[in-house]
């Protein structure tokens, strides 16, 4: 490490410390340049905790010592350039340098593993006089790095002016230093020795002493309460790592984590449980684990199997040697009511239960020639899990359409239903699932989307608004009447976009109702219909029935026919705000396609306030993105689209990925929108019935920013990649 570095050490911030922190905790595999990471982390740690005006961690190298971080306090040179460049060389010199075994008091700490502490009144005054540092000394302190060997030495030399002591270190200060040294050193061990394993409790220390967090070793240190627990769940503690003490307020919590810093399980675990971390301790993982064992023993005790860390290995094999190759064997109806009944019931519970922690949003389950393939759409993404016997089909379809209450004697025709997963599952996974079956070349097809039950809405700004749409569709939502139509196809997230919508209006004194197929979120304060096509309760049958309740808002979750979209235009235009989702490409497409249900142009201008388009893209992960400039094709797409010129510096996934995306560059999504907000100009344009294509330059010209416009902004700011901006929204042709 050049000087110019070690004279930084003492001025990183809290935030890089951390982020540092988390990039060495977090690498199964550290490399070299993760020592020089700890070695700056402790040295900054040193220095900022004694107040020392010079600092030297060496570490032993081949039988010889090393110089490794030398800091000089601005302090000793003051306003004199010459002598701070004289310092600047000799720290640089002294990084080349390397001494032999036993030199110096350095030498001597290594050797017998013991600190050294002279003080300038003390009677090892003397030496220090001898010391050949080009400044005064006055007080030193020397200790070891040292696990199950001496690895190194940490040397302080005067304390800063400031500090008010006279330059002199104290006894605390040597319990300060010694502190630092003990935990720092077996992570620096770990960095240099890869078969020397950091155990949960020195990880944990070391966590906690860097994040300043009180650290939790014993239970009985710590207050919890079981009620809390017990209504968070073990499958949302697993999941998140997160244990839930005490509840600090009407809505917050203390927690325990094993690492405080992974910000993703902390924002994961206020959605599910809908309460604020208000405190944070740290625990070591094996205390974790004592903790859920002694909290949830019916979990712990359960056969693997049935343990909420899933493995499908087990009730795969136990699958295959029941349908072995050229089985014929069939499994009855009556055989797979009852899950202890028959290895089917159990795989298909756990390719549920994976697939919820996994964080997919579907699950397609496909028959094909010669076998039978499990797919999870994961971040907008299918991907194949497993492959299983094709024999196993048949006797999965059944049991999943016993689940949902459908007709098994039914294998022509498709079928739609729902499964209330927690009354198959003896663990706390309150999911939905909204099940679409049908037939295929090669046998019936089954696709589950998951409702999470647990997860909350997101806040709006959370959802990928640009700062001027979020301005726009806020204005929009709070309108006393008109009509709010999102498009996009399925699992673009229109329904979390209205949810958040209501939840920024959601007040004691507005009546909000929906009618909702399926109901996905439940909402505080919202009244929340279901619809049953099956005993004839349909969108057109509830919004005449909320027309006659008083209501403020009505949200419907999808305008599907002629009737259900002029019950809605008339609710707009009588004094209510009607918010509902269409199936369209684009904002003014949704003009067109109303009109294609029969609504007369003047009614859809007169009722319409805007029209939000929206896509979902992959965020590129923050770990393991690079930066490039783009250039060519891409630097062109971007200034046609932004209206301006670069240069763009943009990101593209690292190739292979990380273990925090597992490998595949993306964690997590991004909104992009399109709102078209009505105006004058607006009116005009659907009132003469113009093409779609002239509709989006007029919206355009006042002010509209359309779907691939804002995927460009979302790659400017680093949030996603062209390739998959471009993968999603192909450019705009009439710009």
Known sequence: MATA??????????????????????????????????????????????????????????GEIAFKQVYYSPTLWGTDTDKEMSFKETARKLLLLKLPAGTGNVGKVIQTGEPMFFSGKGSDAASLKNMNVGFEVNSMLTVPLKTNIVIGAIQVL??????????????????????????????????????????????????????????????????????????????????????????????????????????????????????????????????????????????????????????????TDMIGNAYAEGSTSEVKASDLESEDSAPIIQLTNRIIEDAYISGASDIHIEPMEKDL??????????????????QVANAMVTRLKIMCNLDISERRLPQDGRIVFKKYTKKNIDIDLRVATGPMNHGEKIVMRILDKQKSTLPLPMLGFSEENLTKYR?????????????????????????????????????????EDPIEYTLAGINQMQMNRQIGLTFERALRCYLRMDPDIILVGEIRDKETAQIACEAALTGHLLVST???????????????????????????????????????????KTKYVAEGREHEILKKALGEDGPFEIFKPAPGGCHICGGSGYKGRVGIHELMVNCEQIVEAINK?????????????????TLHQDSMLKVKMGLTTMEDALGNVPPDLIL
């Open 5 to 62: 570095s070690s004279a930084n050490a003492s001025n990183l911030t809290g935030t890089l410390r951390r982020s540092l922190l988390i990039k060495v905790i977090s690498k199964p595999a550290p490399s070299r340049e993760d020592v020089n990471t700890v070695i700056e982390l402790t040295a900054s740690k040193v220095v900022e905790s004694l107040q020392a005006q010079s600092m030297t961690l060496y570490l032993v190298e081949g």
């Open 158 to 315: 005067n304390k800063e002016p400031a500090a008010g002591t006279g330059g002199q270190f104290t006894t605390k200060d040597l319990s300060v230093l010694r502190e630092v040294a003990e935990y720092s050193s077996t992570l620096i061990q770990r960095m240099l020795d890869p078969k020397y394993q950091l155990s949960a409790d020195d990880t944990a220390k070391f966590i906690a002493k860097f994040t300043e967090l009180p650290l939790i070793t014993k239970i009985e240190d710590v207050e919890i309460e079981e009620k809390l627990v017990e209504i968070t769940g073990d499958a949302i503690i697993r999941r998140e790592g997160i244990f839930p003490c005490k509840k600090t307020g009407a809505d917050t919590v203390s927690v325990l984590m094993t690492n405080p810093l992974d910000y993703a399980k902390r924002e994961a675990f206020q959605q599910a449980t809908e309460l604020t971390i208000d405190e944070v301790k740290v625990i070591p993982a094996s205390l974790l684990e004592t903790l859920l064992k002694k909290f949830f023993k019916d979990a712990s005790s359960a056969k693997k199997a049935e343990s909420t860390d899933v493995d499908l290995d087990e009730v």
């Open 373 to 390: 393939l499990v797919r999870y759409r994961i971040d907008g993404v299918c991907a194949e899990k497993l492959r299983l016997p094709k």
């Open 475 to 515: 204005e929009c939502v709070r309108q006393p009447y008109g009509m709010i139509l999102h498009c996009g196809p399925t699992g673009s997230g229109k329904s979390m976009t209205l949810y958040s919508a209501l939840g920024e209006v959601n007040t004691p004194d507005v009546n909000i109702q929906t009618a």
């Open 582 to 624: 269409l199936h369209t490409n684009d904002a003014p497409s949704t003009v067109s396609r109303m009109g294609e249900m029969g609504i007369e142009p003047f009614n859809i201008s007169a009722s319409l306030v805007c029209v939000c388009a929206q896509r979902l893209l992959r965020r590129v992960c923050k770990n393991c």
């Open 689 to 705: 019935e113009v093409e779609v294509a002239d509709l989006k330059r007029v919206c355009m010209k006042n002010g509209m920013k």
